[in-house]
């Protein structure tokens, strides 16, 4: 069964990400970088793990900001019904 962009098949709900959303999620991680690189500079020592985040930001942002590659979010259908009681919002259904 398909509705709107969410599949339902064999007892999983798939929901590909519309460009919209993968957009906030870019400009999300452009904000996150910008404060680790701060903190970074700021700092007499290089925290590696902030290097490594900073690396993996990179490489989150082109896939999540890239026209050619689909982001599918997928789950149990018990999970997605249930999702507002853990979340206290409805699961987005994208159109």
Do not use: C, W
Not at 35 to 54: P, V, W
Not at 56 to 78: A, C, H, K, P
Request: net charge negative.
């Amino acid at each position: 069964m398909n509705i709107n962009n969410i599949t339902i098949a064999n007892m999983k709900v798939t929901v590909n990400l519309p460009r919209e959303q993968k957009d906030i999620i870019v400009d999300a991680l452009k904000v996150y970088q910008e404060a680790i690189r701060k903190i970074s500079a700021g700092s007499d020592f290089q925290n590696e793990h902030l290097n490594y985040t900073d690396f993996d930001i990179i490489g989150l942002s082109g896939i999540f900001s890239d026209v050619g590659v689909d982001i599918r979010v997928e789950m149990t259908e018990e999970v997605h019904d249930k999702f507002v009681h853990n979340h206290g919002v409805d699961f987005p259904e994208y159109v």
